[in-house]
Nanobody, 119 residues
Framework: QVQLVESGGGMVQAGGSLRLSCAAS????????MGWFRQAPGKAREFVAH????????YYADSVKGRFTISKDTAKNTLYLQMNSLKPEDTAVYYC????????????WGQGTQVTVSS
């Protein structure tokens, strides 16, 4: 069973930056891909970014393209999300998740980390 632990959230002013991390435990760890999602108060959880674990392929939501960068360190089983030019509408709980195969579902989720962007 994979366990995911996010960190790096916090409060920042608009225009600022944060870097989220997601450490995965459980061996062997060789997922198909990993992703970041977020959920703002009163809203549904939404996709933010995805990265293929074995390869360079990445996908982003239109709302974060050009501002957020997803990356990974496969040696450390760690996923990252570099968030620049943050906006108040980026305020949410951010979750990382693991996709075991190419199917549509993510299989394991972290507990989330709060990101608050003030105007």
């Amino acid at each position: 069973q994979v366990q995911l632990v996010e960190s790096g959230g916090g409060m920042v002013q608009a225009g600022g930056s944060l870097r989220l991390s997601c450490a995965a435990s459980g061996r062997p760890f060789s997922p198909y891909g990993m992703g970041w999602f977020r959920q703002a108060p009163g809203k549904a959880r939404e996709f933010v970014a995805h990265i293929r674990w074995n390869g360079p392929i990445t996908y982003y939501a239109d709302s974060v393209k050009g501002r957020f960068t997803i990356s990974k360190d496969t040696a450390k089983n760690t996923l990252y999300l570099q968030m620049n030019s943050l906006k108040p509408e980026d305020t949410a709980v951010y979750y990382c998740a693991v996709k075991k195969d190419s199917g549509p579902s993510y299989d394991s989720w972290g507990q989330g980390t709060q990101v608050t962007v003030s105007s």
